[in-house]
């Protein structure tokens, strides 16, 4: 394999900080996500199997990064007494806070578990996983069911306009399923 650390530098660099400060917008935040990408690379070079897919294995290593940068600036919650407390949380759009428990009430016991350790709470999804004594895939799987229902939920019972960046902007109540 031809592929080493310092060719991909001399390679992707640029292109790479160019990539992530379109995204992160922060040149001081931008340059740590370049160096962590890099450190991943030279850490998992050795897992490079097809040299023909460098430019796309780089880039998803980058895109991660930066999911991985967004999630660290995400504020995290304690988890509630109880459900009613979630209302007056300032961290939820206030046009749906009056929607969010009778949907969480909903879900199983499973699902509504997931959501309330990790969305709600201060869990990642792999400390769930460890928690719970399941597979990581397991507890993202189980995360994301339980995202799909809630939207499943949302949708059924309102009309729901958001903007680009998924804030609330415009919210109806289509039938009578708790949310006033």
């Known amino acids: 394999m031809n592929a080493t650390t310092t060719h991909i530098w001399e390679e992707f660099h640029t292109q790479l ?25 030279h850490l998992k070079l050795n897992t490079l199997t097809n040299e023909d897919k460098l430019s796309s294995w780089v880039y998803q290593i980058t895109r991660h990064s ?8 995400k504020i995290q919650i304690d988890i509630p007494e109880s459900l009613a407390e979630i209302q007056e949380e300032k961290t939820y759009n206030a046009e749906m806070t009056s929607c969010l428990t009778p949907m969480i009430e909903q879900l199983s016991g499973d699902f509504k578990e997931a959501i309330m350790q990790t969305e709600l709470g201060n869990l990642s999804q792999k400390d769930y996983a460890e928690k719970l004594g399941i597979s990581y ?44």
């Not at 370049?34 to 450190?39: A, E, M, N, P, R």
């Not at 507890?139 to 994301?144: D, E, G, M, N, T």
């Open 17 to 41: 900080f160019n990539f992530i400060k379109k995204r992160v917008k922060d040149t001081d935040a931008s340059k740590d996500i370049l160096q962590d990408v890099f450190v991943k690379i």
């Open 66 to 73: 930066i999911l991985d940068y967004y999630k660290k600036q």
């Open 137 to 180: 895939s397991g507890a993202k799987s189980r995360v994301q069911r339980a995202r799909q229902q809630l939207n499943t939920l949302f949708h059924e019972c309102c009309t729901i306009e958001s903007d680009k960046y998924g804030n609330v902007i415009e919210h109806n109540c289509n039938k009578d399923c708790g949310c006033n």
